[in-house]
């Protein structure tokens, strides 16, 4: 099964430009479980998408869409983030767009590392309810609560959407690349502020409880007061607008399978990042 049930024509690794990496990985979330279920889930829900984006009048697939067999890691989350990383500095350095599909966000720690070293001049985007910038958690700084706090030491970061931290977290935060969910609520300029701390390169690192939970409830921490999908789409093209969008992370569903619908809105939100960044490399439909 591949993402978007795409033909053999469009799936191929050899003609993919793009190139989707499950990583079914959980074992250090610390309260819901069953993210290592998000990556099958995700695959599942695009089997039932329209691969024609009306905003754009595009077809990103035609580009080619590979869906990678699912990375089997060690449970520690150390090892997991290097094995992570080796599987991804190999799909970029065949040149290939790659997604990384969690999973639990620290699989987003080996993914960051892998495009630090290929692209310069890089920012990270974090687009999550939580701040993640513990340097150790239960033990290792590897958990998914330290992903940030790695990543800064890799790149510069910038923070979206944040609703929750630590006190030991506020101390260390950015105010200046920080975007709280309240101020992003409260006004129009935040985007604006946004924008021009960003790089020439930007990667994006998307954990899905950014999303309020009367859309994204499928999450092992849900946080009251997140993003909807206009104004999370939104922010997603202006930012592929101002900068090259050099990869992207979507983590942290934890499939219901009672409620379909947030497995779905996850499928649909790597299509439509992928038709942002494509826009203009896609071959135009002849009506």
Not at 21 to 36: I, Q, R
Not at 186 to 194: F, I, L, R, S, V
Not at 223 to 239: A, F, K, N, S, V
Request: aromatic share 8%; hydrophobic share 40%.
């Amino acid at each position: 099964m591949n993402y978007g049930d795409l033909p053999d024509q469009y799936s191929a690794l050899g003609s993919s430009k793009i190139v989707i990496l499950p990583v079914p990985y959980d074992a250090t979330s610390t309260w819901g479980k069953g993210a290592d279920n998000g990556p099958q889930a995700i695959i599942e829900a695009s089997q039932n998408l329209e691969i024609y984006d009306i905003e754009t009048d595009s077809e990103v697939h035609l580009l080619g869409i590979h869906t990678a067999e699912p990375l089997k890691t060690s449970d520690d989350p150390e090892k997991m983030s290097n094995e992570v990383y080796k599987e991804v500095k190999k799909l970029l350095n065949r040149n290939k767009f790659t997604v990384t599909l969690g999973g639990e966000h620290s699989v987003s720690i080996g993914a960051i590392k892998a495009h630090a070293e290929k692209f310069e001049d890089l920012t990270i985007i974090q687009i999550d309810a939580h701040a993640d910038l513990r340097d150790e958690y239960m033990g290792s700084k590897y958990n998914h609560a330290c992903v940030m706090a790695r990543a800064r030491e890799m790149a510069t970061c910038i923070q979206i959407g944040i609703r929750s931290m630590s006190v030991e977290e506020s101390f260390v935060i950015e105010p200046a690349r920080i975007f709280l969910a309240r101020d992003i609520n409260d006004n129009e300029t935040w985007k604006y502020d946004m924008l021009s701390t960003l790089s020439n390169n930007v990667y994006i690192t998307f954990d899905l409880d950014a999303l309020d939970p009367s859309i994204m409830p499928s999450t092992g921490t849900p946080e009251p007061g997140g993003l909807l999908w206009y104004q999370t789409i939104e922010i997603l093209r202006r930012i592929s607008e101002k900068a090259n969008i050099v990869g992207f992370d979507i983590v942290e569903l934890a499939p219901n399978p009672i409620d379909k619908a947030p497995d779905f809105l996850a499928a649909k939100l790597i299509f439509k990042l992928l038709t942002y960044k494509f826009v203009d490399e896609i071959p135009k439909n002849q009506k």
